[in-house]
């Protein structure tokens, strides 16, 4: 048998080349085979490597390729977009290697690189949401109940975080949003800011600052990182002509005023 590869799980951030570490350009550019969800893959420039692109929905089995390639010796780079710890493949992989399934896959060298994730590079966009206590949900509800979606909005809102929703929505999953939208409508002020980032850092970028009772569900598609403010988090007037509004939207570091501290 050859000498045993290596597996390293990247993210490539959510958008431009620009918002992907270092490190992963240097794990990528060392790596002879990239496995991954097709689109992730070809945002890689072609060379050298073999690619092993896959459909969307079959996590488990793309480790397990990830986790055969490398005990055959290859160097694989396992690739998710954003960051691949956020609802992405370093969980699978690590599934897969608790399955024990192949008992040499426990003798693989693996590394997980951080990324830029979705709702850092939205938040980023439209000014300081994130900047007091947030949590972070995945409206899809094709790994846990819809009940444990619901219950986890409800408590976020008692609890008064910043919401982050990612799988806000697809064409499986066409009402997901929507209910989510009228649980909180039923237990925030309607004026809370709700920030719809579509395509964050994409050549088709589309930024919507609205409000929860004005919020449509329709305006996000599964590109789309939804982020729904807080009791604290507020507008501000923008300037600055950069084509993305006339508001900032933030959460202040703390709850007391200014001259409290
Ligand atoms: N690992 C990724 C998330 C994968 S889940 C990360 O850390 O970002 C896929 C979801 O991420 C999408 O449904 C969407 O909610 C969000 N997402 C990914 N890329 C995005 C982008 N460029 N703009 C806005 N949302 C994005």
Redesign the pocket.
């Known amino acids: 048998m050859s000498a045993l590869g290596s597996l390293t799980v990247v993210?490539l951030g959510?958008?431009p080349d620009r918002w992907l570490t270092p490190e992963v350009a240097d794990v990528l550019a060392g790596a002879t085979d990239l496995v991954g969800y097709g689109p992730y893959l070809d945002r890689i420039p072609q060379s050298f490597h073999r690619r092993h692109g896959s459909d969307n929905r079959v996590e488990l089995s793309r480790a397990r390729l990830a986790l055969d390639l490398a005990v055959s010796g290859r160097k694989v780079a396992l690739v998710?977009?954003?960051?691949?710890g956020?609802?992405?493949m370093a969980s699978a992989l690590f599934e897969a290697l608790e399955s024990g399934d192949d008992p040499a896959w426990a003798e693989v060298p693996v590394r997980v690189c951080p990324?830029v994730?979705?709702?850092l590079?939205?938040a980023a966009r439209v000014g300081a949401p994130l900047g007091h206590d947030f949590c972070v949900l995945?409206l899809s509800d094709n790994l846990k109940p819809w009940d444990v979606v619901l219950k986890r909005l409800r408590l976020a809102a008692e609890a008064d975080f910043v919401i982050a929703?990612?799988?806000?929505i697809?064409k499986a999953r066409p009402w997901q949003l929507g209910a989510a939208l009228d649980t909180l409508r039923s237990m925030k002020d309607p004026a809370t800011p709700v920030v719809l980032?579509?395509?964050?850092?994409?050549h088709d970028?589309d930024i919507t600052i609205t409000t929860l009772a004005a919020c449509d569900p329709a305006t996000a598609d599964?590109?789309?990182?939804?982020l729904i403010g807080s009791s604290q988090t507020r507008l501000l007037p923008r300037k600055g002509g950069d084509n993305l509004g006339d508001v900032w939207v933030y959460t202040p570091r703390s709850y007391y005023s200014a001259e409290g501290l």
Do not use: C, H, I
Request: hydrophobic fraction near 40%; aromatic fraction near 6%.
């Open positions: 993210g959510p958008g998710s977009g954003g960051d691949p956020v609802f992405a990324g994730s979705a709702m590079a939205a995945s929703l990612y799988n806000p697809s980032a579509r395509a964050v850092g994409r970028e599964m590109r789309t990182l939804v």
